[in-house]
């Protein structure tokens, strides 16, 4: 079995990304910038995490146990899990859009102001 592909420059610690491609049969390459899903690119321990919390069927109590660890250090991984795949961060960018726009309607905010912080939730 191959070692996994590194997803970190050992230099810079920027993100890689993929340029090339070969086929181990044929011997073709294929050279280009090419996109990796979001599991390519996490570091060895958060997909380990992942594989753990699959297997648990989503069930954190359970994971717990897996681990060893209490309920809040699970719970903090799995939080770190999803801010490294950028979904935390668009879950909590609705949250926001949401609270402005509920503060809109309950009359704590005046159109303008609404729109601004909209404008200013998207610049983010």
């Known amino acids: 079995m191959r070692p996994p ?3 970190v420059c050992p230099v810079c610690g920027d993100r890689l990304e993929v340029t090339g491609l070969a086929c181990p049969s044929c011997q073709t390459r294929i050279e280009g910038r090419f996109s990796v899903n ?9 997909l380990e995490f992942l594989r753990l919390f699959i297997k648990a069927r989503g ?3 359970e994971l717990e146990r897996a681990l060893g660890v209490s309920y809040p250090t699970v719970r903090a991984r799995f939080d770190a899990l999803l801010r490294a795949l950028g ?38």
């Open 59 to 61: 069930n954190l109590k």
């Open 38 to 46: 979001e599991f390519a690119a996490l570091p060895p321990d958060q």
């Open 5 to 7: 592909a590194p997803s």
């Open 87 to 124: 979904y935390q961060e668009a879950a909590d960018l609705e949250a926001e859009r949401r609270a402005i726009l509920d503060a809109l309607e309950r009359g704590e905010l005046t159109p303008e102001e609404a729109a601004e912080r909209l404008r200013a939730l998207a610049r983010r």
